[in-house]
């Protein structure tokens, strides 16, 4: 069984900064894109940021150039790091993984249960 558990959402007043956590446990062989995912009040869940095996990533465009997403593999962790919040970030965050747990399985993904990002003065 794997386990995704988030942590670092708080209560940040706008131009703050937050860093994420999410950690993997459990059964897994190897995890291989993580991403983070964002649902605010009334709105569809979207799509914040992701990293590959390869430490490639990608930002939605309303995060370019203030959000960081980085993974340590020997943790099974990634991290958002994110500056100059503005109130439009606050939502609940999420992260997912694409896990392997068994050779003979396809990969899997997992979610994490969501912590909450509330951006207010």
């Known amino acids: 069984q794997v386990q995704l558990v988030e942590s670092g959402g708080d209560l940040v007043q706008p131009g703050g900064s937050l860093r994420l956590s999410c950690a993997a446990s459990g059964s897994i062989l190897g995890i291989y894109t993580w991403a983070w995912y964002r649902q605010a009040p009334g709105k569809q869940r979207e799509l914040v940021a992701t990293i590959t095996v390869g430490n490639m990533s990608n930002y939605a465009d309303s995060v370019k150039g203030r959000f960081t997403i980085s993974r340590d593999n020997a943790k099974n962790t990634v991290y958002l790091q994110m500056y100059s919040l503005k109130p439009e970030d606050t939502a609940v965050y999420y992260c997912?993984?694409?896990?392997?747990?068994?050779?003979?399985?396809?990969?899997?993904?997992?979610w994490g249960q969501g912590t909450q990002v509330t951006v207010s003065s």
């Open positions: 997912k993984a694409e896990i392997r747990t068994k050779l003979t399985m396809p990969r899997s993904d997992y």
